[in-house]
């Protein structure tokens, strides 16, 4: 079945004047966020390029291993789409911005786009490879605002005052969080030119966000995109109506976007979650429901404070021993009082077995 990358082979020639933006279009500009510029964009925040100049500048070679992200060889295969495409290859990019800072326990990177019908698209990057951006997203669930968030709204406004004209957003996993929580709190005056919020398996919000003003005032322009065995979109509080997208991989792998499958210019829609990720989503609500805040917070220094030696800096070098990650977790409940502790093991045994599904699905395509 065809992704965003056959996506790319089959519609790069049809400038956006002929065809307009659409939903497929947003999970690419949220992906090419994940690329790591540093090196490109050596002139500062203000420098413009096109994604032609960008693919000439970038050299996957000299990107450090640990910013490898799982999806690192697609993303390098999406700038090369993008850039011999007619629809992005002279598309603008500017405000380039990637802040990771362990001390302060957060993860941050964006970047702008220009497409050629005149409209910004606001583009925040999900969470990367490090544990500390992994770290943050377990800190939506106990915190009124993360660091990254308070960037998020910071950067949206900065960018919105240097522009004109309507504004889309969005963003890949936590991306998609940054996204609908930078426009529901942003200048409401700049917040009026934002057309389109786009959301692809993000994490929710706490229901103290979800019931003020300012979010439910977004929420009518925010489309939300999660695959069928989605376990990252179903964190915490979302109040928006899903798009639920086929997907050719099973179990966690499905957050992936590039196992996401298209049809045309939309994605492959299904009714529903699949019972597998129903059962998770089921397992993981009443985990959160279950636990205060400080509950969740006892268990995520608990969990990450293992997770992150110094020899363990990236979740891909986690994910390499991945049963020792799970048996991590399962010592970190020991932080917990003993009536909390039965309802996170029941949760983290329905996410064991989703990994182990993903590890099947692989191996039966081998």
Known sequence: MANILDYLIWRGDVPFSVSPFNEVDGLILSEFSYLPMEKVFTGGYSEELTIREIAKRYDSSAVDEKDRILSFEYDNRLLM?????????????????????RAAEFQFSAVTCVTDDGVTFVSFRGTDGTVVGWKEDFTFSYSDQTSGQSYAMSYLNTRLAGSTGPVRVGGHSKGGNFAVYASAFCDPMLRERITDIYSYDAPGFRKDITESADYKRILPLVHSYIPESSVVGMLLENDTE???????????????????????????????????????????????????????????????????????????????????????????????????????????KQLAKSAIRSDDKKDSAK
């Open 242 to 348: 899903h798009v639920t997208v086929k997907s050719s991989v099973n179990g966690i792998l499905q957050h992936l976007a590039y196992n996401w499958e298209v049809i045309g210019k939309i994605f492959a829609r299904t009714d529903k979650l699949s019972r597998s990720g129903a059962v998770v989503n089921r397992a993981i609500s009443g985990m959160l429901e279950d636990l205060s805040d400080e509950d969740r917070k006892t268990f995520t220094e608990a969990v990450f404070g293992v997770l992150e030696a110094p020899d363990k800096m990236t979740m891909k070098e986690i994910v390499k021993g991945k049963f020792a990650a799970y048996s991590t977790m399962f010592r970190a409940l020991r932080e917990l009082p003993p009536e909390k502790q039965t309802v996170l093991k029941d949760a983290l």
């Open 81 to 101: 789409l993008m850039s011999n495409s007619d629809r992005f290859g002279d598309m603008r990019v500017t405000g380039y911005v990637n802040i990771i800072s």
